[in-house]
């Protein structure tokens, strides 16, 4: 009965000429039409309420329709609506520069703006590239973590190493050379492995999710690990990037996951709780060192490399907006709330015979269940389905189960996840 309510309502209309992304749709179930958000709930066309608990996939962390932020970019609206980033700047755009700059590790000089997460990594991996082409070097390799995502487009795709994504195009992709992530046991393994790839290869690019892979199934590495490996590539003059996406603003505890990390990364990307999820626009920071490589007079040795709404001022006033919020008391107690309590059921979790592992850093909670399960397969299809029919926005990966609330959540919205996830296991 209620499926066909829904087929006459968005999701028929839906079929008929749209193509999701991330979807099979021949054996896809119907999308659910969404018709309204607030804080940490949706709400689809037959009313039905859902907590949203990975915050739209890392982004709307300060709620969503956050009425701070949307009053914010309605007045950038008013003022100036969009101006093209090229021989023309303003206020949103410098006021981020200098905004981010209070919060970025203290090597980060420069903001270069892009439109989305994947594009922030393009233009990272070509800013690589060219800061030894500009100084006469040819450097051609590419050093990334297994497991990593880094976005869909052609260089990002490149550093991601889930095949899943990447199967048809593994033909077409720049040379990228894998290291595990680093634990207890296998850092000096890695640190071996990786003297012989800098000596066999021109290697101009080291990039990683730092600490927490998040596509991967969130899981985590070590960061004195990760430590070690950056100081390595740094001695051998190899750009280190952070692709921060996922971990930043706030999530794993800190600002950025590089606060962990007593060697910065030389290039950051970020994206994602950017905006708080309400615009598309991605960053690319970098250090003196990188920018001053693009410096001189000559024109081709500048970063020709623009996207049309590079440093959208509706983009800015969100970033700007969110920035505000992120430091501020109310969130920055939220923030601790929920880490305490995500550490708590991590230990209630612990010693169920059907979690394999608990985890959780921050606002990220993820627990692997003791099954094998494909990353798109039924399984993982029963547990997004139950979790739905619970009013549970959760999407599995692979055999975890994981969570990233919004900073809003209220304390039975939390509660309800925990119960959701407990309810869920029992069925695997
Ligand atoms: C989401 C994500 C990307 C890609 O961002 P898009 O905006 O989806 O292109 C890249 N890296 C990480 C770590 C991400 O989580």
Known sequence: MADSIALEKLSKRDKKHLWHPLTQHKTAALPKGIVKAKGALLWDEEGEAYIDGIASWYSTVYGHCNEHIVSAMTAQMKQLDFVMFSGFTHEPAVRVSEELMKILPNNQAKIFFNDNGST?????????????????????????????????????????????????????????????????????????????????????????????????????????????IIKKCKEVGILCVADEIMTGFGKTGKNFASDYLVNKPDIMCLSKALTAGMFPLSITSCSQKVFDAFYSEELTKGFFHAHTFSAHPLGCAAVLAGLELLGSDGILERRKYIAEQHQQFVLKLGNHPKVKEARSMGVILAIDVRTEMDRYGKLRDRLYTYFMDHGVNLRPLGNTIYALPPYVIEDAQLQQIYDSIEGAIEIV
């Open 120 to 228: 922030a990594v393009e233009a990272a991996i070509k800013m690589t590239l060219q800061y030894y082409y500009n100084q006469g070097e040819k450097r051609d390799t590419i050093i990334a973590f297994e497991d990593g995502f880094h976005g869909d487009t052609f260089g990002a795709m490149s550093a991601s190493g889930l095949s899943v994504y990447n199967g048809p195009f593994e033909d077409f992709l720049l040379k990228v050379i894998r290291i595990p992530t680093p634990n207890e046991e296998n850092l000096d393994a890695i640190l071996t492995q990786l003297q012989t790839i800098v000596t066999e290869n021109r290697c101009a690019a080291f990039v990683f999710e730092p600490i927490v892979q998040g596509a991967a199934g969130m899981k985590f590495h070590s960061a004195k690990g990760l430590d070690a």
